[in-house]
């Protein structure tokens, strides 16, 4: 069975870092894999991607400033932020590019606030 459980989020300060982490399953790992962000009364979008080849690829508001990457020894996808700004402030989730929404784990706040 697919499980998506995210994790890492919390409140920082502009300027800030975080590491998200995106724990699945064996049978998932390897897919073609994303993290998707939905702030307050906006759709959900999807910010970084990583495709079974370990291509990696990035919304324009976070190019140089998020990385993608994943462990398949873990089964874990990671995102990692860096000078994170307000506009990040969201609920992060991870899934497959395109996602298969039987699957939404619960997702992982971010909030960037001074």
């Known amino acids: 069975q697919v499980q998506l459980v995210e994790s890492g989020g919390g409140l920082v300060e502009p300027g800030g870092s975080l590491r998200l982490s995106c724990t699945t399953s064996?049978?998932?790992?390897?897919?073609?894999m994303g993290w998707y962000r939905q702030a307050p009364r906006r759709p959900r979008e999807l910010v970084a991607s990583?495709?079974?080849?370990?291509?990696?690829a990035y919304e324009d508001s976070v190019k140089g400033r998020f990385t993608i990457s994943r462990d398949i020894a873990k089964n874990t996808v990671y995102l990692q932020m860096n000078s994170l700004v307000p506009e990040d402030t969201a609920v992060y989730y991870c899934?497959?590019?395109?996602?298969?929404?039987?699957?939404w784990g619960q997702g992982t706040q971010v909030t960037v606030s001074s």
């Open positions: 899934n497959k590019v395109p996602p298969q929404s039987q699957y």
């Open positions: 064996a049978i998932w790992i390897s897919n073609y």
């Open positions: 990583i495709t079974n080849r370990n291509n990696t």
